[in-house]
């Protein structure tokens, strides 16, 4: 298979502009010939899904949520970028573009991202006409806040609840659709395969989750728009719903899966705290703003507070490692998140870290000092020069509690600590990934007619992911490149007409679906499907997380094609096919995390270098920092699917230029 | 910060298997629950148990477990997302909890939100009145223009934004002992209301939307002022007074 990712030739700033110029089109009375079927309601697939409709074509739109308003983008929450430079800091779309491949560790395509800046300021106009309720300063004017990885501030948000705002501004345009028929909305429906015919996508079966029923749906093209796959690692800050079957399963027909290695794990946690846990909660970033972040710098300090016996307030300032001031001054505890991240492991795994769980995982995030010059500041402003202690602390609690209260009330319910009198507790965990499945420039995967918007693809991150990125390239896929790219190919569809579910590839499609769920139901185990999850988890945790190793990921490899081997024969779902059945939904999805968990092992033991998300701990340099190898890395690797061993899959490369901005080292000291 | 621990609890849950059959409150024990876990989580524990007893786990809605998808539901020990105010049940804790109690756990208990199965409602009412008009017409062209020539009041803003923070869960029809929505209804009437993007269409917003609603077979405001008290996000019952104002200025036009 040769892969070729249509970057359009020209100028950066000239591509995509000359590139739709020249895209087909589809007459609008042709339109309603024409129907989409799109897989995902979140950021991506909400606004794809809204785009076609108001366009003219037929739209069916499919969640497993009780309603798209829940998809997991609403629980993004520091903010959207955007290159508007209303601060008058020098932000343009060349510097939106710059940060975006540096932060991504030179490991993104250079014209998916550059279109990505291109269509940010659209993005934010888009959702202020749709009534999105962006902060705004006292002039009406839209309030903007900085970022890891950035030196200027072009973060939209509303609150802690950016994400929210910006679904549910997504969701008012779909429902819109809804109301006028244009879409059809399948909620609690679970896409569990893809159906070809003639090589083409042309539709999809699904479970409808109440039911049981599984259903056939046909289409002249077929959108992927359902997320990450972070919950291979069952610990993570994704909804416990989030899965990877529909990628999972068009990988299996063909469309290569890219990078599965990058997987971002995000440095401000609530950490574990035991063996009954089912998710992890993330502070927000912006956190980072306003705190430092320390551990005790004498191993017998750290011992005492994971006993119990001294509390991080009784620590001297000069017993305390502010480890990412010291090691980058430049931007401090604003540095990346791989970057924050992997230094807060490499100071828990020298015995520093506070957490008194099974492997001491906690750092703290101390607001002590912000509380100290806010509250000092507060006091001047309001002509009082010469402040108590008491009224310093009073005043800093309260500009804490304007600005962060909402999480500091989520820790204080989660931990039972209060984080305006004791430091709070953070460990990085697995939050997004930026691997996914491989698409052109087009956002079309190497099946035609099926296209990957999101998360669900690779394209626009890299290796690593800056802050409030992913709802941009959500939107920004959904709102402004599908309905161009996807008009482009369906052109060649007008006069195709229906397209028959009585095909035989449907069902034979629906036969597949139905035998793997009636062999899960017979199968009579003795095990849950939570079981084989959890040591899926700690299997990729341990040796596929955070920090890698050859050795490690040859063990993880063959421990996980036991654990699958042993999965098939020893799983229990109980239940039956013909009703709602949550362990049978899980099952089927746990059977995909596995297989993706050992590609995710064999991408990284072949990828023999470091790069933001992916660290070889045989590759770093003399400071501990991630040494890439541009000679021999500098690609995409995608996968392709070869039968039920994975360790049999190929791997392409999609060989990785920089014509406009020029590969270095990243540096944040 | 209390240690955590563990206790042992009983439970009485609403099973039922379908929307057409009738359900009945079954009793399980269940032991060495750990107090730092999550409600769910002890939910979770409990389905581990009855699947290795070859039981059937009760069916919840749940999904983001961090307080904002509004999927997680619950009534517990006879209240909206349970024992503690401004949160969802993903965010409740079982250190609310002591050993030996025994926690009542029931569905949302709605004429407009049906039981689907044990403990899952069904809530696409919401979807649909939000589809009579909870929107703004405006087009994905990418030519819109500039979003800083549409100012709008900081105030106005701010307001706009706490009605818009309303997550959907329910929890306000729930606890209305007239199973009224219009606090979810007047939530997002007022973020459009409020806003000089939402002006256009603002009278037959409110005159679709409060006709959906009465379709769907939610009850009236008799202003008990409950579901201000249970939502997990502090929506104001000031959203239900501007809906009242807007459908009544809607309907002299």
């Known amino acids: 298979m040769k892969l070729d990712s249509k970057i359009p030739e020209g100028h950066i700033s000239q591509k995509w502009t000359d590139y739709k110029d020249h895209l087909k089109l589809v007459a609008p009375n042709n339109r309603p010939k024409i129907d989409i079927i799109v897989v995902g309601t979140g950021l991506a697939g909400a606004s794809a899904a809204a785009s076609f409709a108001e366009m003219g074509y037929n739209v069916k739109a499919f969640c ?113 659709q809804i109301g006028l028929g244009k879409i059809d909305m399948y909620n609690r429906h679970e896409m569990l395969e893809l159906v070809k015919v003639d090589g083409k996508a042309r539709g999809i079966i699904a479970r409808n989750l109440i039911t049981g029923e599984i259903e056939r749906h046909s289409a002249h093209a077929v959108i992927i728009a359902t997320g990450g796959y972070g919950n291979v690692y069952f610990l993570s800050t ?48 912006s956190l980072r703003n306003s705190g430092r972040i320390w551990v005790p710098k004498k191993k017998e300090d750290a011992e005492a507070i994971r ?79 010469n402040p108590s202690q008491e009224e310093i602390l009073s005043l800093g609690k309260k500009w804490l509690e304007e600005k962060y209260g909402n999480l500091f009330t989520m820790y204080q319910k989660i931990t039972d600590e209060n984080p305006y009198e004791t430091p709070m507790k953070i460990y990085p965990a697995v939050h997004y990934t930026m691997g996914g499945v491989w698409v052109d420039y087009n956002l079309q995967s190497t099946i035609p007619g099926c296209f990957v918007a999101g998360e669900a693809n690779f394209s ?43 095909l035989p590839e449907f069902v034979e499609a629906e036969k597949n679906v139905k035998d793997s769920i009636n062999k899960f139901l017979s199968n009579n185990g003795t095990k849950t499907v939570d079981h084989f999850h959890k040591r899926l988890g700690l299997i990729m945790w341990n040796k596929v997380g955070m920090g890698r190793n050859e050795k490690g990921l040859q063990e993880a490899i063959g421990e996980i094609a036991s654990l699958k081997e042993e999965f098939y024969k020893d799983v229990y779902v109980p239940g039956s096919s013909d009703e709602l059945n949550p362990e049978l939904e899980k099952a089927l999805r746990v059977a995909d995390f596995i297989e993706l968990g050992q590609l995710m092992a064999i991408d990284a033991l072949q990828r023999k270098e470091s790069c933001g998300g992916h660290f070889r701990e045989e590759y770093q340099d003399a400071e501990g920092e991630t040494l890439r190898d541009d000679e021999n890395f500098k690609f995409v690797g995608a996968w392709e699917y070869k039968g039920y061993d994975i360790k049999n899959e190929e791997l392409h490369k999609e060989e990785l230029k920089y014509e406009f901005i020029k590969i270095a080292a990243r540096n944040y000291k | 910060m209390s240690a955590a ?24 024990k269940l032991n060495d629950v750990s107090t730092a876990s999550s409600f769910l989580e002890m939910l979770d524990q409990l389905n581990e148990q009855l699947v290795n007893e070859r039981k059937e786990p009760i069916a ?63 809530r696409t009412a919401f979807d649909r009145i939000q589809q009579a008009g909870g929107f703004v017409s405006v087009n994905t062209s990418g030519n819109t223009i500039d979003a800083n020539t549409i100012p709008v009041p900081k105030d106005d803003a701010d307001k706009a934004f706490e009605a818009a923070a309303c997550i959907g869960c329910g929890a306000c029809v729930a606890t209305c002992k007239n199973g009224s929505a219009m606090l979810f209804v007047g939530a ?66």
Request: proline share 3%.
């Open chain 1, 64 to 176: 497993y949520q009780d309603s798209p308003r829940r998809a997991h983008s609403i629980a993004a929450q520091g903010g959207i970028n955007a290159a508007k430079n209303y601060q008058n800091d020098g932000d343009s779309t060349f510097r939106l573009f710059y940060d975006t491949i540096k932060g991504g560790d030179y490991r993104a395509r250079e014209a998916n991202v550059h279109r990505l800046a291109e269509v940010s300021g659209n993005i934010i106009d888009q959702c202020v006409a749709q009534g999105v309720p962006f902060a705004r300063d006292y002039g009406g004017m839209l309030d903007n806040r900085s970022f890891g990885g950035t030196q200027v501030q072009r973060t939209f948000y509303a609150a802690g609840q950016t994400g929210q705002q910006l679904l549910l501004g997504a969701y008012s345009s779909l429902s819109r």
């Open chain 1, 238 to 285: 994704n909804a416990m719903g989030s899965n990877v079957t529909a990628g999972w399963k068009i990988h299996k027909q063909g469309a290569l899966f890219a990078n599965p290695c990058y997987v971002q794990i995000h440095p401000t946690c609530i950490p574990v705290h035991g063996t009954n846990q089912s998710k992890l909660t993330l502070m927000s970033e």
């Open chain 1, 307 to 385: 006993a119990g016996k001294m509390k991080p307030t009784q620590i001297a300032e000069e017993d305390r490692d502010y480890y990412l001031e010291r090691k980058y001054p430049a931007f401090g505890n604003l540095v990346p998140r791989d970057v924050a991240s992997r230094a807060a492991k490499e100071v828990c795994d020298a015995g520093h870290g506070i957490e008194a769980n099974d492997t001491n995982e906690g750092v703290y995030l101390d607001f002590s000092t912000e509380i100290q010059s806010k509250g000092k500041q507060t006091a001047y402003a309001k002509g009082n020069h």
């Open chain 1, 460 to 502: 626009d991150h890299g290796a690593n992911r800056l802050g409030a990125s992913a709802l941009m390239q959500g939107l920004a896929d959904g709102y402004f490149v599908l309905p161009y790219t996807v008009s482009d190919y369906l052109s060649g569809d007008i006069r195709t007409g229906k397209i028959s579910t009585d």
């Open chain 2, 5 to 28: 621990k563990n206790i042992n609890i009983s439970l009485q849950i609403w099973r039922q298997k379908n929307s057409k059959e009738k359900g009945k409150m079954e009793t399980y």
């Open chain 2, 60 to 122: 919840f809605d749940h999904d983001c477990r961090e307080g904002i998808c509004g999927m997680c539901s619950l009534y517990i020990n006879g209240r909206a997302h349970g024992p503690d105010t401004g949160i969802t049940t993903c965010q409740l804790h079982m250190r609310m909890f002591n050993d030996g109690d025994t926690i009542v756990i029931e569905p949302w208990r709605s004429a407009a939100f049906p039981v689907i199965k044990d403990l899952i409602v069904d």
């Open chain 2, 188 to 253: 997002k009437v007022s973020q459009y209301a409020l806003l000089p993007q939402g002006k256009v269409e603002a009278t037959n917003r409110v005159l679709n939307m409060v006709r959906q609603m009465d379709e769907e077979g939610f009850g009236n405001c008799t202003n008990t002022g409950a579901c201000e008290v249970e939502c997990p996000k502090g929506i104001s019952l000031e959203n239900i007074a501007r809906m009242n104002r807007e459908y009544l200025s809607a309907s002299l036009k």
